[in-house]
């Protein structure tokens, strides 16, 4: 294990201190140690989606799925809106006897109408609320960063946190036995 | 048997739990299947009523049967956790249809009560006559022999490789039990449509649609996933289940479910936009006499009781990951399940130009006695097998789904 956090000088603006692990299960274990230990300000990278870390950090955010339920209501109740308008008020016209608004046949365009808003919405509210595209990301100054989409698992608590010391931070983080930790500028 | 084996033994509680599930099913079944028969004599009914209300419980819980066949087969190919910690469920619903088969022989022999087709009027009718390569009382025999021994033979020949596997821990019977179910999908769902054909749809036999077989085997499916749900939530409370579950397992169980709520929605949508959109006489008939003279509430009940109020009750996460609030919705889609069925069959015997709704108590002891002939069979068969297949090459895994590393 190499520590090179200390190589470095303290007087640059620190993003935060990155542990490194080699398996999934450390990383939930870290991240589990990281917010019973009271950090509220750290992040897990992943190369690919692991649900136990929801629980391990303790995410609760459900703003995205909020954000899509009342989209995808105003899209039902557009959908059916658009149809019913078009076919009694703009252009009413007489099909086979049945009524201007037709029930059944509206509910295709108004289905199609909940999924594409309610899509539509969740996409551009997750991409704004995690404040993407971002170009520039501190976590890439960490060279071996590259291997979070490889096969290497990340923890990183950032300076922000009220607990961040820099030397408490790199003792605890220790203390989860990582295989290395770094300093990640800002 | 090895260690491994003894520590998912049945806990001896579980067994007798088991074994009194059984015979309280047993008892209802027999008292209702009893005031069914005997509805034949008493007043309010007669052969025909007694006829349309066993049709009613017969194919509500034939299918339960049938669609644990399915099921079973369907986990074999796709396999995940869901399937595993379920296949032996699956294996004793499917079992069932060894004795479930046998409800066939009283439509077939006062098959002139219940099919008009089959009676000398329908016979001498010019749309029958022209429908008489298919509608002839000898090859419906045929068929239905057909379709009895397809389940029964493929029920035994999966149940007794999967035992084998249990006991010898091979893998090459597990590659086996994919390889039958593939074929054995395919022809399910080949003969299960022209089942529900011969004894569902020919009720109305002007009358035809092309996805009415599915739409039968989902609501079968769906169904059986919602009694399976709901004992697995009794075999949980036990070993080898009590350690074995997450709330993971019943999220996937959940999923499945809502999936099914959906799917049924679905196809019963699309046959009703496609008969509207065509308003052809021999295809609207059956939405009149189920829309008009009352039948309209219980069109009304089934929108909203069989689709949109289990939609919102599943769609949200912990709701599904509850196994107290996922028993409830599940209890509760198998009754609505049996209005489902209800609707199917009784609005075809009144007339189109003047439907009334008809609810005969027959209706409501026929399932509940079917219902407790097919629990007793199945809580019979579920201890004869360890509850868990200890074959499975990926029984760790399924057992560790849902828990940290």
Redesign the interface.
Known sequence: MSVHASDQTLSTPLHGLMAEFETPGQLVAAARKTRLAGFTKFDAYTPYPIHELDEAMDLHDNRVSQCTLVGGLLGCIGGFSLASWVSSVAWPLNIGGRPLISIPMFIPVTFECTILIGGLTAAFSMLIMNGLPAPYHSVFNVDRFVNASRNKFFLCIESEDQKFDRSATEAFLLSLNPEEIAEVAQ | MTTTDQSYATAPQLAETLKRNSTIAAFIGLVFLGLTVSGIFLPGGSLEQFLRSYLIGFWLWFGVGAASLLILMTQFLTGGAWGIIIRRQCEAGAKTLYVMCFGFVPLLVWSKHLYWWTTPAGTADKVIQAKALYLNYPFLVGRTLIYSAFLMGLTWLLTSLSKKEDETKSTAISALLEKYSAPGVLIFFILMTFCSVDFMMTLEPYWYSTIYGFMMIIGWVLTALAIIIANTTILQQEEPLRHGLTSRHYHDLGKLLFAMVMMWAYLN?SQ??IT??G?LPTEIVWYIKRWNGGWGWVAMILLFGHFILPFLLLISQPAKRNPAFIRAVAIYLVVVHAVDVFSLVEPNFTSWQAPKFALSWLDITAPLGFGGLWMALFYRNLPVMPLLPLGAPDLQKALNH????
């Open positions: 949508f009703l936009i509207w959109s308003n849902g828990r940290s590393h």
